[in-house]
C-alpha cells in the first residue's frame, strides 16, 4: 500500500509540474500575440532594413510563419527565432 501512495504522490508532483510548465508557455504566449499585433506586409517591408528584396523578405517571413506555428501576420522583421526553441 505503501508503494501505491509513493507512485500517486510521484504523479501528482508530476502532473502539477506540468500545469504550471503549460501555463507559463501560454502566458508567454499571450505575451507575444499582445505585444505583435497583426501586421500587413506592407508594414512589414516598410520595417525591413533598406535593399532587402521584398520578394525574399516575404518568402522569408512565410517560412518563419510555418516552421514556428506563428500566425503571419504576427511575424515582424525584427522576430526573434531563438524565443521560440
Not at 499571450?30 to 532587402?52: I, K, N, T
Not at 523578405?57 to 526573434?80: K, M
Request: proline share 6%; with cysteine; aromatic share 8%.
Amino acid at each position: 500500500m505503501g508503494t501505491i501512495l509513493q507512485i500517486l504522490s510521484v504523479i501528482e508532483v508530476l502532473l502539477w509540474a506540468i500545469r504550471k510548465v503549460s501555463e507559463a508557455h501560454w502566458r508567454a504566449v499571450q505575451q507575444y500575440l499582445d505585444a505583435h499585433p497583426p501586421m500587413s506586409d506592407e508594414e512589414f517591408l516598410s520595417q525591413c532594413s533598406p535593399g532587402v528584396s521584398p520578394e525574399i523578405a516575404l518568402r522569408v517571413r512565410a517560412i518563419v510563419s510555418e516552421s514556428l506555428g506563428i500566425d503571419y501576420e504576427r511575424v515582424y522583421p525584427h522576430t526573434n527565432v531563438v524565443d521560440f526553441c
